[in-house]
């Protein structure tokens, strides 16, 4: 039986919403340590744009799956389980508690509940769907799969062909694949959302945004490139690096780069929203300027 002093606490939300302060936090008060649940903090370079922890917050608490991968690899949720489960097991043998934190949905469906079988790529359907223009891919994916539409970024061709790719093999509707997972009744103990009003969460997103070109973004990218971000199909759809590489093939000036990221951010902020209200039973948690501390009591 699992001691309750180790039992592992989720905290998923949306982008800027303020999940690694809380995480930061909780390990101070539980003796815990960090495991990332972001698809895109997992690449090594991959800094600014993924809003990484500081050298400083790393050095305070101890933060598991960032910068486990090179950009010359892929990263799929298979794996994210598979390096989340050892480092839980590791942090809960020397005592400490697991404490995820992130925005991945997925990652956090996968890790509790398992993945849905999926269908190995195939390289002739891959190829002439690669071929196609997005538009075209969206409007077969509108026609046979209305849910996969809704949710999925319809700004990613990568995940538009896969879900294609799998309806095409499957005759089933890419959704169909998570049906299996059993959305529980009530929010169990240690799944916590985080989220704010929308009136404090865009700010904070455009804050977020403008702070990283302030850091340095697009000389980040500019580096990234020489390190093969462009060969990674994975790593060149993260927010931010996508449009600096546009900005840097001279598609778009600063400034309207500055104002897509924004925009993207914005947007997929609302699809995670979405996608965890839907997806998983959290206990949520509303933070704001004027009520800035949280009622731990029955969360943890």
Same mark, same amino acid.
């Given at each position: 039986?699992?001691?309750?002093?180790?039992?592992?606490?989720?905290? @998923?939300?949306?982008? #800027?919403?303020?999940?690694?302060?809380?995480?930061?936090?909780?390990? %101070?008060?539980?003796?815990? !340590? =960090?495991?990332?649940?972001?698809?895109?903090?997992?690449?090594? &370079?991959?800094?600014?744009?993924?809003?990484?922890?500081?050298?400083?917050?790393?050095?305070?608490?101890?933060?598991?799956?960032?910068?486990?991968?090179?950009?010359? !690899?892929?990263?799929? /949720?298979?794996?994210?389980?598979?390096?989340?489960?050892? #480092? #839980?097991?590791?942090?809960?043998?020397?005592?400490?508690?697991?404490?995820?934190?992130?925005?991945?949905?997925?990652?956090?469906?996968?890790?509790? %509940?398992?993945?849905?079988? @999926?269908?190995?790529?195939?390289?002739?359907?891959? $190829? !002439?769907?690669?071929?196609?223009?997005?538009?075209?891919?969206?409007?077969?994916?509108?026609?046979?799969?209305?849910?996969?539409?809704?949710?999925?970024?319809?700004?990613?061709?990568?995940?538009?062909?896969?879900?294609? !790719?799998?309806?095409?093999?499957?005759?089933?509707?890419?959704?169909?694949?998570? @049906?299996?997972?059993?959305?529980?009744?009530?929010? /169990?103990?240690?799944?916590?959302?985080?989220?704010?009003?929308?009136?404090?969460?865009?700010?904070?997103?455009?804050?977020?945004?403008?702070?990283?070109?302030?850091?340095?973004?697009?000389?980040? $990218?500019?580096?990234?490139? $020489?390190?093969?971000? @462009?060969?990674?199909? $994975?790593?060149?759809?993260?927010? &931010?690096?996508?449009?600096?590489?546009?900005?840097?093939?001279? %598609?778009?000036?600063?400034?309207?780069? =500055? %104002?897509?990221?924004?925009?993207?951010?914005?947007?997929?902020?609302?699809?995670?929203?979405?996608?965890?209200?839907?997806?998983?039973?959290?206990?949520?948690?509303?933070?704001?300027?004027?009520?800035?501390?949280?009622?731990?009591?029955?969360? =943890?």
């Amino acid at each position: 039986m699992e001691d309750a002093s180790s039992r592992p606490i989720f905290l @998923a939300g949306p982008t #800027a919403a303020g999940k690694s302060s809380l995480a930061l936090e909780l390990c %101070e008060r539980l003796n815990g !340590e =960090i495991i990332s649940v972001d698809s895109m903090q997992v690449y090594q &370079g991959l800094d600014i744009g993924t809003a990484k922890p500081s050298g400083e917050d790393r050095q305070r608490i101890r933060h598991h799956l960032i910068d486990v991968v090179s950009l010359k !690899e892929s990263f799929a /949720a298979a794996q994210f389980v598979r390096l989340a489960t050892t #480092a #839980a097991q590791d942090i809960q043998t020397r005592g400490r508690r697991p404490i995820f934190c992130g925005g991945t949905g997925l990652y956090f469906k996968a890790y509790l %509940e398992g993945l849905g079988p @999926a269908p190995p790529k195939d390289a002739k359907i891959r $190829t !002439e769907l690669e071929a196609t223009p997005l538009a075209k891919l969206l409007e077969e994916l509108e026609q046979r799969d209305l849910p996969t539409y809704q949710a999925i970024d319809r700004q990613n061709p990568r995940r538009v062909i896969r879900a294609l !790719e799998v309806i095409r093999l499957t005759g089933q509707p890419f959704s169909a694949q998570r @049906a299996s997972w059993a959305k529980p009744q009530t929010p /169990a103990v240690g799944l916590i959302g985080v989220t704010r009003p929308m009136s404090e969460l865009i700010p904070r997103i455009h804050g977020r945004v403008e702070e990283m070109f302030r850091r340095g973004l697009v000389a980040e $990218t500019e580096r990234l490139l $020489t390190q093969g971000l @462009a060969d990674n199909p $994975t790593a060149m759809q993260a927010l &931010g690096y996508r449009q600096v590489v546009e900005h840097l093939k001279g %598609e778009r000036g600063l400034p309207e780069t =500055i %104002e897509l990221v924004k925009i993207r951010t914005r947007q997929f902020a609302k699809r995670q929203l979405t996608w965890f209200r839907r997806q998983m039973n959290l206990q949520w948690v509303t933070l704001s300027a004027d009520s800035p501390a949280v009622d731990w009591g029955n969360l =943890i």
